[in-house]
């Protein structure tokens, strides 16, 4: 019995990062938690601003509405009834309205395409409160195509193109779909914070938006049948990285692309520069609680066939190394005390002793910008690591010294510390948002743009 449920953990746990089967999403209803855990509310209220009145009642395991009562009332407060269950009073007075002696309570606010404020922001569908910490969970239950349409503009400019706005849409959607996190612990979908995707309802929606989502309407991507995660970033920098390499978890249909679009418009911040003193990558490395003295040399020790930074190394001053590999390749320099990050996976190191000026061997990216951990393999066939000071490389004109670099070269860290150059922002994995936006702008409709993004998917 123990071996089989161990068995089955390490199989839910396999999926996790694969593929889910089940939608989470029931009824094309979701429950998206508006005030949950620590932000529990002692009260809460609802104002009807299209529509009038409220019917009291409860959601049924499908997500139907049940009523059990009714309002004409517009402005109202739930709260912990003092004994058991939630009580419904007018808002600003002792009148009460409804009691429930559950400790779940639904609220549907009534009218012809409702819309209802509930804390300065807008929203369809209707509520959910449960007693929980002494005080109301709170959650929003809305179809799925109006929370896509919320969700939408806060996770894509409205004014770019409709074929990329389509695109992410339709992995909004389908992160809805496969997300079951909070469902659990709190009983709801998705939370409304960057930790699912930024809703606030309604919130900036405009007519661009709200089309780009009816045009996709109920369309996700699946690979294999099954609904995909459709992971998304902001731009790639010139190549998107296989999943295994920056999360460690092979995924099939997340593999990394080089990315001949991003390049041909204009990002903002494409290209960045960030530089860390030795003190200052001794004391951010510490404060992660890596156990490293006093750093002395940092440099990039494996890059990816496609040219992306697999591992870099650190050294501090008694030899001892720490090596960080996939995605805290780029989040080991990550301080908000600081103020800095080395914000993609796109990115050469100078200053440290792999900081030579950058030499070219037959990689897909062009350059290794170290030649620390370089193997190579001499005339007799023997393969060995690349030491010493002098090298001499066989090049198409003939030969080239690979001593020296722009920062003093190899065997002598800069004094001043390291010099991080780069290209993108984010995890390099699945759809560039950037990319997306320069697909639509060269011709590309939103299957185009998905199918490049995601490796054998099918949006349907
Ligand atoms: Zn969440």
New binding site residues.
Partial sequence: MKKGLFLLSLIVTFCALGTVSASAVTNDTVKV?LRYGSSVMSSANLENDEGSGYEFGYFEDDRTFVSLGETDETAITMEPARRDGIQVTVTGTDRVLYESGEDTLAVMPQGRDPVTWFRGNRYRGGFEYTVSGGGLQVVNVVDLEDYVKGVLPSEMPGDWELEALKAQAVCARTFACL?T??LSAYGFD????T???VYSGIGEATSATDRAVEETEGECLYYDGELAQAYYHSSDGGATEDAENVWGTDVPYLRGKEDPYEARTSIPNYSWTVTYTWDQLTWVLQNSGYDIGDVVDAYVSEVTDLGNVYSVTFVDSRGKTLVRTGDDARMAFYSTTLGKNVPSLRFTITGGTGGGSGYAVNSASGTLSALDGVAVISGGGTVSRLEGEDHTAISASGTADLTGGSSGGRGSASRDGITITGTGNGHNVGMSQYGARAMAEQGHDYIDILEFYFTGIRVR
Avoid: A, I, L, M
């Fill in positions: 938690g997300t996190k909070h998705v939370c409304n914070s930790d699912c995707q």
